[in-house]
């Protein structure tokens, strides 16, 4: 079994940065992409950002530009950096992460940005 926390998620002003992290930890047999997914109410589940093993990334649309994903191999864990944030992604953010055998997923961690 997989254990993913997740910390970082609050409440921020328009314009103000957070950063998420999400460490794995358990039954761990090999992490291969490890990422984050955001989910609005009323809305679908989207990407936000993943990462390899080998550290390639990529970005959803929703956020490209304002946010930078980074992981530290040796503890599992990934990060999330979101800078210049707007009210609209006020969302429930997910970490995901692709182990050898599966995709798991955190509990989800609440993001609003408000004034």
């Known amino acids: 079994q997989v254990q993913l926390v997740e910390s970082g998620g609050g409440l921020v002003q328009p314009g103000g940065s957070l950063r998420l992290s999400c460490a794995a930890s358990g039954s761990i047999y090999r992490i291969n992409n490890m990422g984050w997914y955001r989910q609005a109410p009323g809305k679908e589940r989207e990407l936000v950002a993943h990462i390899t093993t080998y550290g390639n990334t990529g970005y959803g649309d929703s956020l490209k530009g304002r946010v930078t994903i980074s992981r530290d191999t040796a503890k599992n864990t990934v990060y999330l950096q979101m800078n210049s944030l707007k009210p609209e992604d006020t969302a429930v953010y997910y970490c995901?992460?692709?182990?050898?055998?599966?995709?798991?997923w955190g509990q989800g961690t609440q993001v609003t940005v408000s004034s």
């Open positions: 995901n992460v692709v182990t050898g055998i599966g995709v798991h």
